[in-house]
């Protein structure tokens, strides 16, 4: 049985954020764009990505990275370039045959040739014999030519080096795009990241250069005063607390402070509630904002997990222990999030009916299922959508 671990708020936002990243628009109460709000103007303006040489690199002073080819894998970049495939594949976490998309980043573990000496031109454009003659023994005798060879110094790509960022167990590509106060976007395009701008534990992420300060931004006025766009959420932090009222079709019930007793909880799902819970079982951890943006429920592994209300499959992700995680769109920008699950049965970008089954529950210790109720990514109580 699975220890149980119970679901870190910070990382599901990230991992909603980077999941609807494909979605055409999420719009938030007072029409705020989330999912199209990685150009905004409050990120510092970056420059391009430099171009590659013809072999893919490019070459800072103190590093160099690799433009990964379709269908190219760790081993087949590191024959390409003379390196060592196990070393390179350790430099990025991955293993050897992993397969890497056209357009990926890879950092290299150690120095290559410049592309004139690859070539074997010395400088004015001659044939260069020496180091032709030197490369082609070293491959008669099965080495790599970057053991004997001494290769001149790489001509650095012009501009600023850019700073390296190792990305860390929780981390997204949103969260990192905020901590640089870059646009994610830009990451991406430096990076070669997929659509899903999909990023992994222990990569190493170029941040683009800036080429100048962040405009200022104008006062943003506070909710509740006239504001119409309140200021997007970070997916790198848990959400601030605010009283948010429920639908209208649903009573009002204050949460507690602290998780109220699971014997005092509801325990079974009502067809006229606004939503359905979505597995039997008590409640077992409540919701607290900023520690537990959601409800846990207790329920034996295996135990099926269903739609709480007719929607669309969003996305279906996995988090930072590939447990898969399911986000469903239903009317009125509410979405629903199901997490600690296995075996899932359904496809991102289907509609689901109200009680559709999606997935299990995970086996744990305890065995439990983690339900979050939002307001386009803002988090609300569950409970007064789940009360009758």
Same mark, same amino acid.
């Given at each position: 049985?699975?220890?149980?671990?119970?679901?870190?708020?910070?990382?599901?936002?990230?991992?909603?954020?980077?999941?609807?990243?494909?979605?055409?628009?999420?719009?938030?109460?007072?029409?705020?764009?989330?999912?199209?709000?990685?150009?905004?103007?409050?990120?510092?303006?970056?420059?391009?990505?430099?171009?590659?040489?013809?072999?893919?690199?490019?070459?800072?002073?103190?590093?160099?990275?690799?433009?990964?080819?379709?269908?190219?894998?760790?081993a087949a970049m590191a024959l390409r370039l003379g390196l060592d495939a196990s070393a390179l594949?350790?430099?990025?976490?991955?293993?050897?045959?992993?397969?890497?998309?056209?357009?990926?980043?890879?950092?290299?573990?150690?120095?290559?040739?410049?592309?004139?000496?690859?070539?074997?031109?010395?400088?004015?454009?001659?044939?260069?014999?020496?180091?032709?003659?030197?490369?082609?023994?070293?491959?008669?005798?099965?080495?790599?030519?970057?053991?004997?060879?001494?290769?001149?110094?790489?001509?650095?790509?012009?501009?600023?080096?850019?700073?390296?960022?190792?990305?860390?167990?929780?981390?997204?590509?949103?969260?990192?795009?905020?901590?640089?106060?870059?646009?994610?976007?830009?990451?991406?395009?430096?990076?070669?990241?997929?659509?899903?701008?999909?990023?992994?534990?222990?990569?190493?992420?170029?941040?683009?250069?800036?080429?100048?300060?962040?405009?200022?931004?104008? %006062?943003?006025? /506070?909710?509740?005063?006239?504001?119409? $766009? !309140?200021?997007? +959420?970070?997916? #790198? =932090?848990? &959400?601030?607390?605010?009283?948010? %009222?429920?639908? /209208?079709?649903?009573?009002?019930?204050? $949460? !507690?402070?602290? +998780?109220?007793? #699971? =014997?005092? &909880?509801?325990?079974?799902?009502?067809?006229?509630?606004?939503?359905l819970q979505p597995v039997s079982g008590k409640i077992i951890r409540g919701y607290a904002p900023?520690?537990?943006?959601?409800?846990d429920f207790g329920a034996a592994a295996g135990a099926p997990v269903r739609a709480a209300d007719?929607?669309?499959?969003?996305?279906?992700?996995?988090?930072?222990?590939?447990?898969?995680?399911?986000?469903?769109?239903?009317?009125?920008?509410?979405?629903?999030?199901?997490?600690?699950?296995?075996?899932?049965?359904?496809?991102?970008?289907?509609?689901?009916?109200?009680?559709?089954?999606?997935?299990?529950?995970?086996?744990?210790?305890?065995?439990?299922?983690?339900?979050?109720?939002?307001?386009?990514?803002?988090?609300?109580?569950?409970?007064?959508?789940?009360?009758?």
């Amino acid at each position: 049985m699975t220890p149980f671990r119970p679901v870190r708020t910070p990382f599901v936002l990230a991992v909603l954020c980077t999941a609807l990243a494909g979605c055409s628009t999420l719009t938030l109460p007072g029409g705020y764009d989330l999912l199209n709000s990685g150009d905004d103007t409050a990120h510092v303006p970056t420059a391009p990505r430099p171009e590659p040489d013809a072999r893919g690199v490019i070459s800072y002073p103190n590093y160099q990275v690799a433009v990964a080819r379709p269908g190219d894998t760790i081993a087949a970049m590191a024959l390409r370039l003379g390196l060592d495939a196990s070393a390179l594949a350790r430099k990025n976490g991955l293993p050897e045959d992993a397969a890497l998309h056209g357009g990926e980043l890879i950092l290299l573990s150690s120095r290559v040739p410049d592309t004139a000496a690859a070539s074997g031109l010395a400088p004015g454009g001659t044939v260069d014999v020496a180091t032709l003659a030197g490369s082609a023994l070293d491959r008669a005798e099965g080495k790599p030519a970057s053991t004997i060879v001494t290769a001149p110094a790489p001509k650095p790509a012009s501009g600023s080096e850019p700073r390296r960022h190792v990305v860390k167990r929780g981390e997204s590509a949103y969260s990192i795009a905020r901590t640089y106060n870059v646009s994610v976007k830009a990451l991406g395009d430096w990076n070669g990241l997929d659509s899903a701008l999909t990023v992994r534990e222990g990569q190493t992420l170029l941040i683009p250069v800036a080429t100048g300060p962040a405009p200022v931004q104008p %006062a943003v006025t /506070a909710p509740g005063a006239g504001s119409t $766009a !309140p200021e997007p +959420p970070s997916a #790198a =932090a848990p &959400q601030p607390d605010e009283d948010l %009222a429920p639908v /209208a079709s649903a009573p009002v019930i204050e $949460a !507690p402070a602290e +998780p109220a007793p #699971a =014997a005092k &909880q509801q325990t079974a799902a009502s067809d006229t509630s606004r939503l359905l819970q979505p597995v039997s079982g008590k409640i077992i951890r409540g919701y607290a904002p900023g520690k537990n943006e959601g409800l846990d429920f207790g329920a034996a592994a295996g135990a099926p997990v269903r739609a709480a209300d007719a929607g669309t499959v969003a996305a279906i992700t996995r988090d930072t222990d590939q447990v898969p995680i399911l986000v469903l769109r239903h009317d009125d920008n509410l979405l629903t999030v199901y997490a600690n699950v296995d075996n899932v049965v359904v496809e991102k970008g289907t509609r689901v009916s109200r009680g559709q089954r999606l997935a299990s529950v995970r086996a744990a210790d305890p065995a439990f299922l983690h339900f979050e109720v939002r307001k386009g990514f803002e988090s609300v109580d569950p409970l007064p959508y789940l009360a009758n």
